[in-house]
Nanobody, 128 residues
Framework: EVQLVESGGGLVQAGGSLRLSCAAS????????IGWFRQAPGNEREGVSCFSSSDRSTYYAHSVKGRFIISSDNAKNTVYLQMNSLKPEDTAVYYC?????????????????????WGQGTQVTVSS
């Protein structure tokens, strides 16, 4: 059974940092890309970052580039999202998701529609 479990969310002041973790199980980690998405109240879910274990490529949305860093610990089947210089507009529920790398693809796909498995989400609240 595929499972993705997020942790590390919380309340932080603007300018602060948080590190989210996504622990994956039930599939071969190297065959999947892991993405981070977020959804604020009243907004659609949007892509934040993704990581491919296959070629270690990464992607960042423009809104977080230079502030967020995605990384992985393959031995632990865990992907991290280090979030620095947080802003109130980063407030959202953050989800991690897994996308199987198919047809020779090695890079992580940024689009939400490519992801098959989702975690339950973790709340991040940034106060001003």
């Amino acid at each position: 059974e595929v499972q993705l479990v997020e942790s590390g969310g919380g309340l932080v002041q603007a300018g602060g940092s948080l590190r989210l973790s996504c622990a994956a199980s039930g599939f071969t980690f190297d065959d999947y890309a892991i993405g981070w998405f977020r959804q604020a109240p009243g907004n659609e879910r949007e892509g934040v970052s993704c990581f491919s274990s296959s070629d270690r490529s990464t992607y960042y949305a423009h809104s977080v580039k230079g502030r967020f860093i995605i990384s992985s610990d393959n031995a632990k089947n865990t992907v991290y999202l280090q979030m620095n210089s947080l802003k109130p507009e980063d407030t959202a529920v953050y989800y991690c998701a897994a996308s199987q790398l198919k047809h020779g693809r090695t890079t992580c796909p940024p689009a939400l529609r490519n992801y098959d498995y989702w975690g339950q989400g973790t709340q991040v609240t940034v106060s001003s």
